[in-house]
Each structure stands twice: as C-alpha cells, then as structure tokens.
C-alpha cells in the first residue's frame, strides 16, 4: 500500500511542451512538497502546501505551477519545458509544516524521471 | 550558496565495520538535522533525527553525533551490512517545515 505515489515515473517530452506530474499521499498528511533533484544530486524544495494552502515557494521560474486539489493531492504543472528542467522530480509529504519534532520526518514518493529533448 | 554540505560523495566498508557519514552545515539557525537513505529508482526514507540541543541520538546499529561548535554532524552505522548500501543524504530544517539538503553521499557496504 503506497504512502506518496506519483505518476508518471519517467516522463519523455520535446522543448516547449506543457506536462503534468501528479502526486497523491495517503497518510492523511496536511504538508505536501515537491523537490527536484538535479544532475549533481542535490535535492532542492520547490513548493509546499499545507491544507491546500501555498507555504513555500522558492525561487522557481514561473512556468512550474503547482495545484493542490486538496489535501492528499499535490500536482505540479510545467509549461513550456526546457532542456534544464530535466531532473527527478520527488513529491512528499508531513504530518504538518511546523518543522517540530516528532512532525518533520517527510515521506517521499518514488520520483519522476523528466527527461526533456 | 551551499547551506548542507557532504564532502564525501561516496564511501566504501567492510560488511561488519563501521562506516561513518559526514555532513557539515553554514547556517546557525538550523536546530534540527535529520538523515535519509536512498535506494536506486526509490524516494529518500527517513531514517535518524537529532535536535540541536542533544549532541548524540542513537536507535539501533544508527547513530547521529551533532557538534554545534564546529556546525558538524556525522552518522554512524556499526555494524555495517550489505542492505545498507545506499545514498544517504543529511538534511536541516530551521522551522517551517523547510528541510535543506546536502547532495548525498553513496556508501558501499563489501561482503
């Protein structure tokens, strides 16, 4: 039984296409993330939601879009794609945002490999 | 600018030895640190967590020294195993639910 699922796993797409990667956590988490991880292996926060709700937003460009539905789903919307969005791109989730213990362990999905031509 | 680093990018031992992950990190804010292991075609799983104000933590054969003074945490796994081959990535939080990850460090357990 998956606790945070994402579909696609691979995603192979041209320049300039617009794709979607979809999250869904079944934990009954408030948190959810999404991180890319790049060809040097860092794992970088992108975006958080709490309860539907924008928390975090770094400094991403404005072609990723994440929507949350509500509160088992994070999905992130990509227009425009580039050579340089290619990346593995990991969705998680917390039980809540605080960063406390014991709530700051975050579940992570298997990943989606975005590869773009 | 690199907040967590892990100088090592990998890191071979002996099945039975012990194998010791280090990590260092720049920002004085950070207060809790936590470790990750990562399989191949997998997400990170959460595997320690300290606090910054304890400077060890241990659950079984895992153990996470902090070492506020020099802002530097290590990990240590004794005994080593196989299963244990892996990426592990040290990650710190400052609140908010907004962990900083370092880029992990691969370690190969030999039988």
């Known amino acids: 039984d998956t606790a945070v699922s994402q579909t696609p796993k691979y995603l192979v797409t041209q320049m300039g296409n617009d794709k979607s990667i979809k999250c869904e956590q079944n934990?009954?988490?408030?948190?959810m993330y999404w991180y890319k991880q790049d060809s040097k292996k860092f794992l970088k926060i992108m975006f958080s939601?709490?309860?539907?709700?924008?928390?975090i937003n770094e400094t991403v460009p404005n072609r990723f879009s994440p929507k949350s539905p509500d509160k088992a789903h994070l999905n992130l919307h990509i227009n425009s794609l580039e050579l340089g969005d290619s990346a593995v791109y990991f969705c998680?989730?917390?039980?809540?945002?605080?960063?406390?213990?014991?709530?700051?362990?975050?579940?992570f999905g298997p990943g989606t490999r975005l590869t773009v031509l | 600018d690199q907040q967590v680093k892990q100088n090592s990018p990998s890191l071979s031992v002996q099945e039975g030895r012990i194998s010791i992950l280090n990590c260092d990190y720049t920002?004085?804010?950070?207060?809790?640190f936590l470790w990750y292991k990562k399989y191949p075609a997998e997400g990170p799983t959460f595997l320690i967590s300290?606090?910054?104000?304890?400077d060890k933590n241990e659950d079984g054969r895992f153990t996470v020294f902090l070492n506020k003074s020099a802002k530097h945490l290590s990990l240590h796994i004794v005994p080593s195993q196989p299963g244990d081959s892996a990426v592990y990535f040290c990650?710190?939080?400052?609140?908010?639910?907004?962990?900083?990850f370092g880029d992990g460090t691969t370690l190969t357990v030999k039988p």
């Open positions: 300290i606090s910054s104000i304890k």
């Open positions: 998680a989730s917390s039980q809540d945002p605080s960063g406390r213990p014991p709530y700051n362990e975050q579940f």
């Open positions: 934990l009954g988490h408030d948190t």
């Open positions: 990650a710190a939080s400052a609140g908010a639910g907004k962990s900083t």
């Open positions: 920002n004085s804010m950070f207060d809790y």
């Open positions: 939601y709490n309860n539907k709700e924008l928390i």
